[in-house]
C-alpha cells in the first residue's frame, strides 16, 4: 500500500482564494512536474521553494495559473516526496486538476491517509495524529488550545515518563527473578512508586471527563411549562430572532437548536416545546421529543414564569436528572411576582437547584445568566484550561485498562509470585504503548484514521 503515490484535494470543496492538491509518494514529483508548466522554463524545481507557473492538461491546454511546491522525503508531512499544487479554489478547476493527476498514475487517498503515512513512517505518534484531527475540527478557542498542547506533544511525553517509571520498575523485578539470592527487591518502595503512577493516570482520566464537554460542546437545553417564555429567552441569549414567539400557549411544537460560542465554549442550545397535556398529536411527540434531549443534556434551563406558580408536570423534571444539572430560569420579572413565587423559590431552594431571575423581553439578567451557562457547565470554578492534559475517549480507554492493571499489581504484591506481578506490569505497559502507538492494531489504525477528512 505504502509503495502507491496517492493525491487529495486538502482543501474544502468549494469557492475560495485557493484550492490545494496534495500528492504524496515514489512518484510524486514525476507526476507533479508532467502537468507544470515553469514560468521561468525551470526543467528543475528547487525543493521547499514556491514556483510559478501552469498545469497542462493532457490536450496540452492551460488548465490554471499556479503555484507548486516540491517536499522531498522525509521533510515533509508524511515523510514521503510530497507535490503540492495551489491552484485557484473552484470545485471544477481542483477536480479537473486531480483528475490529471490521476491520469498521471496517483491513485485518490483514502480519508486520512497523508497523516496515516506520517504515522507508519515515524513522523508523528498517535496522539499527534490524533491532535492534528481534534485540531481540524476544534469547536471553541479552549477546545483547539486543548489539542495543541497535544500536537506540541505534551501527552506523549508524560505517557512516556509514566512509561518509563514502569519499565524501571520492571528492571527490578527481573533481576530479582534472574539473580533471587543476591538481590533483594524493595516491596514497599515499588508499590509507593505505582501509587504515584496510578494517581498520574487517574488526573489524565479525571480530565477526559472534565474537560470534554470543552473538546465536544456542550449542549443546553430550555425546557418549561407552555408560554413560560423559552423561545423569548433562546432569541435573546442568541441576540437574534431565531424562534417563533407567540402568546399563543403551544407555539413550538418541535425542538430549535443554534450553536453560540460562550466563554470560549461551543454551546448547543435546543428550545423545545412546552410542557403540558395536549391532544394534539404534533405537540405529543415534541414534548416527548423535550423530555428525552433533557436526559442528554450538559445543562438544563428551567425556565418558569413568576407570574404564574410551577406546575407539577414541570416540578417533576427536577426528578429526571441531578441538581447540578439544572438552573431554575425565574423569567418576566418585569411583571412582578405571583403570590406562589415564594413557594417556587423554596421549592428549588429545597432541590439545591440554582435559580436566577431575569426578563428575556427587557434583556435584564440576560447577561448574568449567559455567564452562568458555562461555569454550571464546567462546575463552580472552572480553571482556566491552560495546557491541561485532555485525553481523548480512546486514550482514556487504555488507560483505565493500564490502571486496573497497576491496581492489581498493588493488591496482590505482598501475596503472588514475582513473575505473576511482572508479567502484570508488563501488561500495563502494553495499554500505555497502544496510546502513542508503538503497539497498534489494524483496527485501531482504522479507527483513528476513517474519521479524517479525505486530502488530510
Ligand atoms: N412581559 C414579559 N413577557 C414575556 C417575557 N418573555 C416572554 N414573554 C411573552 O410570553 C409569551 C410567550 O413567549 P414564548 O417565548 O413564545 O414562550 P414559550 O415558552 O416558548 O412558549 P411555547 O413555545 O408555547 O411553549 C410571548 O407573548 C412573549 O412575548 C418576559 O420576560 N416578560
Ligand atoms: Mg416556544
Given at each position: 500500500m505504502n509503495n502507491d503515490t496517492i493525491c487529495a484535494i486538502s482543501t474544502?470543496?468549494?469557492?475560495?482564494?485557493?484550492?490545494?492538491?496534495?500528492i504524496s509518494g515514489k512518484h510524486a514529483y514525476k507526476i507533479g512536474t508532467s502537468l507544470f508548466k515553469s514560468s521561468k522554463n525551470k526543467s528543475h524545481l528547487k525543493p521547499y521553494t514556491l514556483h510559478h507557473g501552469y498545469i497542462i492538461s493532457s490536450q496540452g491546454t492551460i488548465l490554471d495559473e499556479v503555484l507548486v511546491s516540491f517536499m522531498p522525503a522525509p521533510k515533509s508531512y508524511t515523510g514521503e516526496d510530497v507535490f503540492e499544487i495551489n491552484c485557484h479554489g473552484g470545485p471544477v478547476v481542483v477536480k479537473t486538476i486531480l483528475k490529471e493527476v490521476i491520469s498521471k498514475g496517483a491513485r485518490l487517498a483514502e480519508p486520512g491517509e497523508f497523516t496515516l503515512r506520517a504515522f507508519l513512517n515515524g513522523k508523528i505518534d498517535l496522539t499527534k495524529a490524533e491532535a492534528i484531527l481534534e485540531i481540524?475540527?476544534?469547536?471553541?478557542?479552549r477546545s483547539l488550545e486543548l489539542a495543541s498542547t497535544k500536537l506540541s506533544g505534551h501527552l506523549?511525553?508524560?505517557?512516556?515518563?509514566?512509561?518509563?517509571?514502569?519499565?524501571?520498575?520492571?528492571?527490578?523485578?527481573?533481576a530479582e527473578i534472574d539473580f533471587d539470592e543476591d538481590i533483594e527487591i524493595d516491596i514497599n518502595k515499588i508499590a509507593n512508586t505505582i501509587n504515584e503512577l496510578i494517581e498520574d493516570i487517574n488526573k489524565l482520566i479525571e480530565n477526559h471527563e472534565k474537560y470534554s464537554v470543552i473538546m465536544q460542546g456542550a449542549t443546553v437545553v430550555l425546557c418549561g411549562e407552555v408560554n413560560a417564555g423559552k423561545s423569548s429567552l433562546l432569541n435573546a441569549i442568541l441576540g437574534k430572532e431565531r424562534a417563533i414567539v407567540t402568546d399563543i400557549p403551544g407555539?413550538?411544537?418541535?425542538?430549535?437548536?443554534?450553536?453560540?460560542?460562550?466563554?470560549?465554549?461551543?454551546?448547543?442550545?435546543?428550545d423545545t416545546a412546552g410542557i403540558r397535556y395536549t391532544e394534539d398529536q404534533i405537540e405529543i411527540i415534541g414534548v416527548k421529543?423535550?423530555?428525552?434531549?433533557?436526559q442528554k443534556a450538559d445543562l438544563v434551563l428551567l425556565v418558569f414564569d413568576v407570574t404564574k406558580g410551577l406546575s407539577d408536570d414541570v416540578a417533576q423534571i427536577c426528578n429526571l436528572i441531578p441538581?447540578?444539572?439544572?438552573?431554575?430560569?425565574?423569567?418576566?420579572?418585569?411583571?412582578?411576582?405571583?403570590?406562589?413565587?415564594?413557594?417556587?423559590?423554596?421549592?428549588?431552594?429545597?432541590?439545591?437547584?440554582?435559580?436566577?431571575?431575569?426578563?428575556?423581553?427587557?434583556?435584564?439578567?440576560?447577561?448574568k445568566l449567559v455567564k452562568k451557562i458555562p461555569q454550571k457547565i464546567l462546575g463552580k470554578n472552572p480553571e482556566p484550561v491552560g495546557t491541561e492534559l485532555v485525553p481523548n475517549l480512546r486514550q482514556t480507554q487504555s488507560l483505565k485498562q493500564a490502571k486496573r492493571e497497576l491496581e492489581e499489581v498493588l493488591n496482590n504484591i505482598h501475596t503472588v509470585e514475582i513473575d505473576i506481578l511482572y508479567s502484570q506490569l508488563e501488561s500495563a505497559t502494553r495499554y500505555l504503548k497502544e496510546i502513542t502507538g508503538e503497539i497498534t492494531t489494524e483496527d485501531v489504525l482504522n479507527n483513528v484514521f476513517s474519521n479524517f477528512c479525505i486530502g488530510k
Open positions: 474544502p470543496l468549494g469557492q475560495g482564494g485557493i484550492g490545494i492538491i496534495r481540524i475540527e476544534a469547536k471553541s478557542e506523549k511525553e508524560k505517557i512516556e515518563t509514566i512509561k518509563k517509571r514502569l519499565t524501571d520498575i520492571m528492571a527490578n523485578v527481573v407555539t413550538t411544537r418541535d425542538f430549535i437548536e443554534d450553536v453560540i460560542n460562550l466563554d470560549g465554549m461551543s454551546i448547543k442550545l435546543i421529543r423535550g423530555l428525552e434531549l433533557i441538581a447540578q444539572k439544572i438552573l431554575a430560569v425565574a423569567n418576566k420579572i418585569d411583571l412582578g411576582f405571583s403570590a406562589t413565587y415564594k413557594n417556587t423559590i423554596d421549592f428549588f431552594r429545597d432541590k439545591q437547584i440554582e435559580l436566577i431571575g431575569i426578563s428575556a423581553k427587557t434583556g435584564e439578567n440576560i447577561d
